[in-house]
């Protein structure tokens, strides 16, 4: 019998169309607008200060906000651009969000979302945080007027049902078509993904290593499907996912490696299948600097890569602390544990634990530690993680963020927690897109300014 007490859900507001002057930018990719009802608007394909008419994508009557796209566009922002990639724009690609942006602007639109972040989560303001307000371009990425920098190093191809690879449209499983990523690196372009069929085939993940002609991808059958003989004219190594009857994933090694190796701070790493590395091909480089100049390691001194992926901080750190100091890495993904080991064997006072930090960190019987360095997933590291951290008493915390909220929800517990930031940067290691990369140094609150 049907339930006679449950409310008809509210009638949707999809395809309405609102005439709005969009407000500022919001954390997600998009711009928060009014319509002269009072509802709220995430718009994209927008900038701020522009008057246009949104077209809902997503809300209700009933909904707190509404999600919508700008069809047209009435008074443009001085920062707007023609999009330079073809399949950008509302209910296209879903890879990019700031396409129709001057680079600088979408740097701007970044360091106005952090801010707005670190304010509203963490009660701090730039100078609270000794952060110059600027997101800055990874050398390189600096270029002419409509020339877009090519620094996606890794790309997940979704492939739709004709065989034909594309990208995913935004909060969708339907896949856009495309002929190229304006934004893939040179060796992603080399692979020709875009310019086969790939049947049976549900998404292809390929990989271009930086400082190495190491080229990979990895395909994922749809289900039920047999993985079709792939001959690619480059020299590419290529995997293929399964599951096991227990729906566990599984990858087989259809030839050639099943890693790729990566060049950064002057070493190779060996990087294997899912295993983190970052996209753009100066990231690591960037990162590894910025944080050791923020922590300055001493020789002698203790340190703990958390969140460590391959080892990339634990190797930098190895390398700094010397013979005499020791490093801990922390990492729970099984193969980047064993890569990390491989990468880091000739260092005999580097030893990386296989778990979740929030476990395994409380076991490792350590009390005290001069330098931790910390790089987590979206979510952050969360309360606990940082009041064990700050428990050890480090002389100086590097975290690196990847995502501004978590950033600034971890930095308030580690002021609760006795530490402050000594100084925060940002980095645009995402263009076209609203992602950006942070380090915040801190030390302990004590400390003298
Ligand atoms: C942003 S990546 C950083 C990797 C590394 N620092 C680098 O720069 O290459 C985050 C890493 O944390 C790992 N990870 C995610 N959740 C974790 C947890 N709870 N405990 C330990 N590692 C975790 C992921 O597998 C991934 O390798």
């Not at 594309?166 to 934004?183: A, K, N, Q, T, Y």
């Not at 930086?210 to 080229?215: A, L, P, V, Y």
């Not at 969140?307 to 930098?316: D, P, R, S």
Request: charged fraction near 30%.
């Amino acid at each position: 019998m049907p339930d006679a007490s449950a409310e008809a859900p509210a009638p949707s507001l999809v395809g309405e169309e609102y005439e709005v002057e969009v407000g500022p930018v919001a954390h997600g990719g998009h711009c928060v607008a009014r319509t002269e009802g009072g509802r709220v608007l995430f718009v994209r394909h927008t900038l701020p200060g522009e008057r246009v008419v949104a077209r809902v994508t997503e809300g209700h009557e009933d909904s707190r906000f509404l999600r919508a796209d700008a069809v047209r566009i009435l008074q443009p922002s001085k920062d707007r651009v023609e999009a330079p990639c073809p399949y950008a724009g509302p209910g296209r690609c879903g890879g990019c969000d700031w396409q129709h942006a001057k680079p600088g602007a979408q740097r701007r639109l970044k360091a106005e979302v952090l801010t707005e972040q670190l304010e509203r989560l963490a009660g701090m303001t730039p100078q609270d945080v000794s952060w110059d307000g600027t997101v800055e371009p990874a050398p390189g990425d600096k270029l002419p007027p409509g020339e877009v920098p090519g620094w996606r190093t890794r790309v997940q191809y979704a492939i739709d049902e004709e065989g034909r690879a594309g990208l995913r449209r935004h909060r969708s499983h339907d896949v856009e078509p495309i002929d190229r990523c304006l934004i893939a690196a040179p060796g992603i372009d080399e692979l020709g993904i875009e310019k086969r069929e790939w049947p049976q085939i549900a998404s292809v993940d390929a990989i271009a290593a930086t400082g190495s002609q190491d080229r990979q991808v990895v395909l994922t059958p749809r289900p039920g499907g047999r993985l079709p003989i792939v001959e690619l004219d480059k020299p590419v190594s290529v995997l293929r996912v399964g599951e096991s009857k227990t729906g566990v994933k599984s990858v087989h090694r259809v030839h050639g490696r099943d890693f790729v190796r990566e060049r950064a701070d002057g070493r190779t790493w060996r990087v294997g299948e899912g295993g983190f590395w970052q996209v753009h091909p100066q990231a690591a480089d960037l990162l590894v600097d910025a944080v050791m100049r923020g922590l300055t390691p001493r020789k002698g001194e203790m340190a703990l890569d958390l969140y460590c992926g391959v080892g990339l901080f634990a190797g930098a750190l190895a390398d700094r602390v010397g013979e005499a100091g020791a490093v801990l890495g922390i990492e729970s993904g099984k193969r980047a544990v064993e890569d990390a080991r491989r990468n880091l064997e000739d260092f005999p006072r580097v030893r990386v634990e296989h778990g979740k930090v929030e476990s395994v960190l409380p076991r490792t019987g350590i009390t005290e530690a001069d330098l931790v360095v910390l790089d987590p997933p979206r979510a952050g590291a969360g309360k606990r993680t940082v009041q064990h951290i700050a428990a050890l008493t480090p002389r100086r915390i590097a975290y690196v963020a990847c995502d501004p909220a978590a950033l600034a929800r971890d930095l308030k517990y580690f002021t609760e927690s006795g530490y402050r930031p000594r100084f925060l940067r940002a980095f645009d290691l995402f263009p076209m897109t609203q992602h950006m990369e942070c380090v915040a140094i801190l030390e302990p609150a004590g400390k003298g300014a």
